[in-house]
């Protein structure tokens, strides 16, 4: 390179070198953007994690929330420690506090799901509310945060490998003998059973505190142990799965909900969509929907589904009959059934402080109207 005294730089140097600067601006500025509404729910996301995560699962902080968020024509994936090579880097969001990278669209806008997605690293994929069964922002938020506790579940130790030691995947190696599992939800005399149990489950849930709850408590264990004796082992152990699985996430909807209406206030930014409803008004409706569906579900109808509300009311029994099982359940993994084994008298004095909360809680919502 030319110089001119004092190691100046000649203008035609200088000319050449702002053109290539341009050019590198312009490529950094190419390429696809996230919608200024989706950065928003994702920041509002981020942030309602980071406040109430830890109070409704014990480190939770501590599990990756690598997002994939998928629109009609392309892919943005945030908070990945190796985006593939399939990848392209749009830089670093400030509001995201993440790099972000692009692709062209691989999954389907509508999805909603939790695996290996992207370098073998569990990833949210999820698309926008519109094309989605979330819909609204608020719900969108807090069902991004159900899959994020899926990424908590699949970060235990040991977790795929104790997976695969249910033996129910059948040859099945990419995963999806989780949601296309040959379980016999038609069985006409199984219907029947699960509605009774459904129905159970709700009383023992409205019980008035004392005898009235244990007696409740008590058929219900019952009603349920006769479910179980309808079902072949791989079938109870793979609707055991799906109760521990889904039906927890389902009940953390509800407990995230219900912490951010508590204890965190929702950005401007995230106030002002003009699809925004409070957190208390989404918790609210998610216990009278889990309500609802017990007393009414069919599931030869509702079939794989019908165990996200079902699991998630037996957690909100596990709240009030065992205050501290969540600190077994990751140790008692695919299954609540030790959970739910009756306790000393001891725990069951303890599991009284909760009771009048929980019982606040199903008769102030009760007025609220399902979604």
Known sequence: MKTYAGGKTGPGVCAALAVV??????????????????????AEAFRVGDRVGDRVWKGWSKAPFAVLLVTPEHEFLLRH??????????GYDQLLKSEVYFRKRVFEPNLL???????????????QPENTQARTSTRWVVTLLHEHFHQMQDSQPRFYEEVNQLNLARGDQTGMWMLNYAFPYEREELAQQFSVVSRALANALGARQGKDFR?????????????????????????????????????TEYRVAKEAAA??????????????TPFAEDAARSLVAVMDDLEKMSLSERRRTAF??????????LD???????????????SLDRLLAPRTAETRAAARSSVCLIEGQLLFWSNVPAP
């Not at 695996?115 to 569990?122: I, Q, R, W």
């Not at 409740?216 to 479910?227: H, M, T």
């Not at 929702?266 to 925004?276: G, N, V």
């Open 215 to 251: 007696d409740k408590l008590a058929a219900y264990l019952s009603a349920r142990k006769r479910l179980q004796n309808l079902l072949a082992a791989d079938d109870y152990k793979y609707l055991s799965f799906q109760l521990w699985k889904e039906g927890i996430a389902r009940y």
């Open 320 to 334: 009030r009959a065992r205050p501290r099982w969540q600190e077994r359940y990751f140790v008692e993994k695919f």
């Open 263 to 276: 204890r965190y206030k929702p950005t401007k930014e995230f106030a002002s969509l003009k699809d925004f």
């Open 21 to 42: 600067l341009l050019s590198v601006g312009a490529l950094a500025q190419s390429g696809p953007r996230l919608r200024e509404e989706d950065r928003v729910r994702l």
């Open 113 to 127: 799901a939790t695996f290996p997605a992207v370098g073998g690293v569990s990833t949210i994929v999820i698309g």
């Open 81 to 90: 420690p190796r985006p593939s090579d399939d990848f392209t880097r749009l």
């Open 308 to 317: 996200y509300p079902f699991g998630a009311a037996e957690a909100l029994l």
